[in-house]
């Protein structure tokens, strides 16, 4: 798609991203202030603290795109914001913003869908990249984040048909938990993931939920015998059942890693059967999860194996981001999408709502 340049916003849950995007593909610049170090101490996101944190945070991200980018609003169409779902304090913070910035530059606004985004980072192509196809229609995409897990299926840009989502946890929150069992650093899923590549044992095993032959997905029993499975082992090792003193390392690493492999299982058994059910031409991964380097693996192996091509954005363009988001823009203003001053934040956006 060739198409005007997009200002894009994100900011629905804990970082703060401005991007600026060439026909829905090209980054000419994305800037993204990440807030794990603040949610560090609590372990966890604290909504309050993360609106606050935007707000201190969106002007000079803003300054660093536009240094990035080398353009100016005269080069800008549009501008494209993050309408939900998310935080409601830290979604308003982006949405005002980028109300404030379209209607002072007096450019076309157009609220875009998170998960959405999500999806179309896969369209994406970085500065220095050369010219790649789109991933070809129809395709079914394996969405996993923080706060959402589901597979859909494509025709075209924009359709979505859903074909199985969690049934409770998502797959990131699992992560997260699990990683605060172990006692690993927050966030979970990159500290699991480094724990289990140093692992020397793989012989823990983890249950896997296949509800029958569904494409839904459950976590939460796994997160219950994650903590049965933790606390065993502080018992086995004689530790006290409080957490405060750490499993020995090596007892970290392969319990890290079979909860890895139970999760990772499953989401690529079940997005491989989804492909061939659909006839599906390519496999787009995306979500923070999709940052996992042995989900990665794995479903590169997999797709391989049954022909299909696999298009997974680097890690830095699967977790939260302003280019995916300008990506979707994109696509939304081609398709005669326009939002006026009065968009508000939605906090509990379905996928294809805007
Ligand atoms: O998409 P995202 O940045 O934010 C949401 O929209 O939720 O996803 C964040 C989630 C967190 O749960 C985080 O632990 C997980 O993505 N994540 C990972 C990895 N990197 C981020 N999970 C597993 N392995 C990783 N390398
Ligand atoms: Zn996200």
């Known amino acids: 798609m060739s198409g005007p340049l997009l200002l894009a916003v994100e900011s629905s849950c804990d970082e703060t991203g401005i991007a600026l995007i060439e026909g829905g593909r090209r980054i000419l610049a994305n800037v993204v202030a990440?807030?794990?170090a603040l949610h560090a101490g609590t372990g966890g996101i604290v909504p309050e603290v993360a609106a606050r944190a935007h707000l201190r945070w969106i002007v000079p991200v803003l300054d660093a795109a536009w240094a990035d980018a080398g353009v100016s609003w005269n080069d800008v169409g549009a501008v494209a914001v993050t309408r939900g779902p998310g935080l409601a304090g830290s979604l308003l913070v982006g949405v005002s913003f980028a109300k404030t910035l379209a209607w002072a530059h007096d450019k076309p606004l157009v609220g875009v869908n998170h998960l959405e985004g999500h999806?179309?980072?896969?369209?994406?192509?970085?500065?220095?990249?050369?010219?790649?196809?789109?991933p070809p229609f129809p395709l079914v995409a394996l969405v996993v984040s923080g706060g959402h897990t589901f597979?859909?299926?494509m025709q075209d840009h924009l359709t979505y048909r859903l074909l199985g989502q969690t049934v409770d946890d998502a797959a990131g929150e699992a992560f997260d938990k699990v990683g605060r069992l172990l006692g690993l650093p927050y966030p979970g899923g990159p500290s699991i993931q480094r724990a289990a590549e140093g692992a020397d044992r793989h012989d823990a095993i983890f249950p896997r939920a296949w509800l029958r032959d569904s494409y839904d997905f459950s976590f939460s029993g796994l997160k219950t015998a994650a903590r049965r499975i933790v606390d065993q082992a502080r018992a086995d090792a004689g530790l006290p059942a409080d957490g405060s003193?750490?499993?020995?390392?090596?007892?970290?690493?392969?319990?890290?890693?079979?909860?890895?492999?139970?999760?990772?299982?499953v989401l690529a058994t079940k997005t491989i059967r989804a492909a061939e059910a659909c006839g599906a031409r390519s496999i787009v991964l995306?979500?923070?999860?999709?940052?996992?380097?042995?989900?990665?693996?794995?479903l590169a192996g997999e797709a391989e194996a049954c022909g299909l091509p696999l298009i997974v954005p680097r890690p830095g363009l699967c977790t939260d981001n302003g280019a995916m988001i300008g990506a979707a823009g994109a696509w939304r203003f081609a398709a005669g999408d326009r939002a006026g001053l009065d968009l508000d934040a939605r906090p509990s956006l379905p996928l294809a709502e805007r």
Not at 245 to 264: I, K, M, S
């Open 34 to 36: 990440s807030q794990v």
């Open 119 to 134: 999806l179309y980072a896969a369209w994406l192509l970085d500065p220095g990249d050369a010219e790649r196809d789109e």
């Open 151 to 153: 597979l859909v299926e």
């Open 245 to 265: 003193q750490p499993l020995a390392a090596e007892v970290t690493a392969e319990l890290a890693w079979g909860f890895q492999e139970a999760v990772v299982d």
């Open 286 to 298: 995306g979500g923070g999860v999709a940052a996992n380097a042995a989900l990665r693996a794995r």
